[in-house]
């Protein structure tokens, strides 16, 4: 019995044993599209698209047969819907209940899966996953807007004695790029220490490592951090080790301010965030968009060595950061489900 004659059930339970094959996850939503099972469609699809991002991209290639293509067609047209959708419901609702105008945030685009054309409003910004027209644009942030941020540089010694303590157990670093990132351009630095880190909040998680680092976490009490669950974003310390460089490349959003606290700064090292180059000054805060495309270079014979920490666009309101993270959760958790929902 070939593909084409199985029911959309029968095809899942192929998938189950095939969970890698990205090509079967598009013809399986293509079937359970047609059977009017949407949800579950894009479930499959969007884990297919976890597999290999291309699929929704085949549409467009004149040498992949007609099938796919017309496959490829539909999954993207929606799975585009139905994220947008997701989106806009999300914030209109807690708009709603909250009685606050988040229409800034209901109108944000999320880069990968928007169902409209659209265009980035600043030349050098291109934020890879979530972008917000109507916040105003710029590389950098003054630190006098930053009310914050005197307290954090009036601890940088303190911070600085910390990591360098740390830093003696080589076993906390680890390489800031995966060893398995496909990006050519990224394959220097692929699986190396030559740039490194030592995390204390990844992916708004606690590492274990902050526990060493008591004074540093008491520098942030007053920052204004971007936050899931309660938890940081991301706290980490940041080497580049001589002769290393940072490729220039674009962060996730437009709506958070990378910060960079400077703890070993030798001459000769620099960071470009659009077309503006910054040279940092140890105890000094760098606040900037990573939204921007940004390099970073170390033409020293030291290493240098940041604190970085991520903070929310100073002209958010207090309903707008919330409606973001209400935003991203809901679609993590719809995400976090994908495999209840098809029963996998």
């Known amino acids: 019995m070939s ?16 969970r890698r ?24 699809w969007s884990l297919g698209d976890d597999i290999n991002p291309g699929l929704r991209q085949a549409k467009d290639d004149p040498q992949a047969p007609a099938e796919m293509r017309a496959h490829s067609a539909r999954a993207d047209e929606v799975f585009r819907r139905f994220f947008s959708d997701l989106h806009r419901r999300t914030v209109e609702e807690f708009g ?22 659209f265009a980035f409003q600043a030349p050098m910004q291109q934020p890879t996953v ?26 940088w010694h303190d911070i600085r004695r910390e990591y360098e303590q740390a830093a003696r157990d080589t076993r906390m670093m680890e390489p800031y790029v995966p060893a398995d990132i496909p990006a050519p351009e990224w394959q220097k630095l692929s699986g190396t220490l030559d740039w490194s880190a030592i995390y204390l909040f990844e992916k708004s998680r606690p590492t274990g490592l902050e526990k060493h680092f008591p004074k540093t976490m008491a520098a942030f009490e007053t920052a204004d951090l971007v936050r899931v669950d309660g938890n940081p974003m991301e706290i980490f310390f940041s080497r580049l080790t001589p002769g290393a460089h940072i490729p220039p490349h674009h962060g996730l959003t437009n709506t958070r301010l990378t910060v960079h606290l400077p703890l ?38 030291r290493d240098r060595v940041v604190l970085i920490f991520e903070t929310h666009h100073p ?21 976090d489900r994908r495999e ?5």
């Open 340 to 344: 209840t929902l098809l029963g996998l």
């Open 21 to 44: 094959n990205a090509q079967l996850a598009l013809y399986v939503g293509a079937k359970l599209d047609e059977a009017g099972r949407e949800e579950e469609a894009v479930a499959i």
């Open 3 to 18: 593909l084409s004659d199985q029911t959309p059930d029968q095809l899942l339970e192929i998938f189950r044993s095939q």
């Open 315 to 335: 002209d958010l309101s207090e309903a707008e950061k919330r409606a973001i993270e209400h935003a991203y959760t809901a679609r993590q958790k719809w995400l």
């Open 96 to 117: 709603a209940r909250e009685g606050a105008d988040v229409s800034r945030v209901r109108n944000a685009v999320w880069s990968m899966t928007h169902d409209a054309d």
């Open 264 to 301: 070993i700064v030798p001459d000769d090292c620099a960071i470009r965030v659009g077309e503006s180059e910054f040279h940092w000054t140890e105890g000094e805060i760098l606040a900037f968009d990573d939204s921007y495309e940004h390099e970073a270079w170390n033409r020293s014979d």
């Open 130 to 155: 979530f972008y917000m027209p109507d916040l105003p644009a710029s590389p950098s942030i003054p630190r006098s807007e930053l009310r914050w941020a005197a307290a954090i540089e009036a601890a």
